[in-house]
């Protein structure tokens, strides 16, 4: 059975860091996070492809990275200069497949 297990949220203040973690039983191919903020759907934020190739939403460009270990078994996603807009359970997401993690909270507020 396949795990996904999201670590690394919290609360933090506007301009501070997070760095969110997804570890997953067995290595994919292209990865990537969502976030979900309450009363919205799920939004679709970065995407690091077995290749290497990264994609980031318009809105987090330059402020988040999207990373992967050796293994390509652990994706990383490094989140700077949050503003209260990124607040939400983020999801790690291996993509072609219906698996999702049970996600990890952030809330950016002062």
């Known amino acids: 059975q396949v795990q996904l297990v999201e670590s690394g949220g919290g609360l933090v203040q506007p301009g501070g860091s997070l760095r969110l973690s997804c570890a997953a039983s067995q290595r994919f191919g292209a990865v990537a996070w969502y976030r979900q903020a309450p009363g919205t759907q799920r939004e679709w934020v970065a995407t690091?492809?077995?290749?290497?190739?990264?994609f980031y939403l318009d809105s987090v460009k330059g402020r988040f990275t999207i990373s992967r270990d050796g293994t390509k078994t652990t994706t990383f996603l490094q989140m700077n200069s949050l503003k209260p807009e990124d607040t939400g359970v983020y999801y790690c997401?291996?993509?072609?497949?219906?698996?999702w993690g049970q996600g990890t909270q952030v809330t950016v507020s002062s």
């Open positions: 690091s492809t077995s290749g290497g190739n990264t």
């Open positions: 997401h291996p993509q072609g497949t219906d698996y």
